[in-house]
């Protein structure tokens, strides 16, 4: 079965940082892109960050680039995203997502289609 797992959520004051995890199994990790998707509260959901296991293609959408960084430990299926300099406007699920299309340019409030989804990890980040 495909699992992909996040973790590492939690409550952060403004300025803080966190690290979410995003743990794969049941696919060729190393073919596929992953993603990391948010939705905040009353909002559509927006896809911040992908990478390519392929090819290390990284893309962030301009309200997080230069804060977040995406990893990927293709050893250990496993995606990372550093947030650091947390803002309230962060405050979101996040949730990680796999495609097998290669990590394409992000704009705002949109998503691009992703073959599996994982449970998302509640961000929350207090002014």
């Excluded at 300025?15 to 939705?39: H, K, P």
């Excluded at 962030?60 to 430990?73: E, K, W």
């Excluded at 406007?89 to 097998?100: L, N, Q, R």
Aim: glycine share 10%.
């Amino acid at each position: 079965d495909v699992q992909l797992q996040a973790s590492g959520g939690g409550l952060v004051q403004a300025g803080g940082s966190l690290r979410l995890s995003c743990a794969a199994s049941g696919f060729s990790f190393d073919d596929y892109t992953i993603a990391w998707v948010r939705q905040a509260p009353g909002m559509g959901r927006e896809e911040i960050s992908c990478i390519s296991n392929s090819d290390g293609i990284t893309h962030y959408v301009d309200s997080v680039a230069g804060r977040f960084t995406i990893s990927s430990d293709t050893a250990k299926n496993t995606v990372y995203l550093q947030m650091n300099n947390l803002k309230p406007e962060d405050t979101a699920v996040y949730y990680c997502a796999a495609s097998d299309v290669l990590c394409l340019p992000l704009r705002s409030g949109m998503y691009y289609s992703m073959d599996y989804w994982g449970k998302g990890t509640q961000v929350t980040v207090s002014s």
